[in-house]
């Protein structure tokens, strides 16, 4: 069984930054599709990265620009660099799989940016 664990998220400032990680149990990046997902307060899911087995890269326009999805095989890891962070960046973000897999989502990591 996959499990996800999602870390780096945390308190920042307007314009600040930020590093997730999604760490996997299992090597699955060179098999399936991966993205990052964030959920803010009242609002649904939404997937914002997105990175596929052979390497294409998509983000949604909410952070394209400001984001930067990446993966490193030989830790399992997945990231995302958020940069000029903004008050609508708040959520929980998680990673899963593309599309998403119900038994894989992990406990998430929240991201609050506020002043």
């Known amino acids: 069984q996959v499990q996800l664990v999602e870390s780096g998220g945390g308190l920042v400032q307007p314009g600040g930054s930020l590093r997730l990680s999604c760490a996997a149990s299992?090597?699955?990046?060179?098999?399936?599709?991966m993205g990052w997902y964030r959920q803010a307060p009242g609002k649904q899911r939404e997937l914002v990265a997105s990175i596929s087995d052979d390497g294409v890269i998509a983000y949604a326009d909410t952070v394209k620009g400001r984001s930067t999805i990446s993966r490193d095989e030989a830790k399992n890891t997945v990231y995302l660099q958020l940069n000029s962070l903004e008050s609508d960046d708040t959520a929980v973000y998680y990673c899963?799989?593309?599309?998403?897999?119900?038994?894989?989502w992990g406990q998430g990591t929240q991201v609050t940016v506020s002043s």
């Open positions: 299992l090597r699955i990046f060179n098999l399936m599709s």
């Open positions: 899963n799989t593309v599309p998403m897999t119900d038994s894989y």
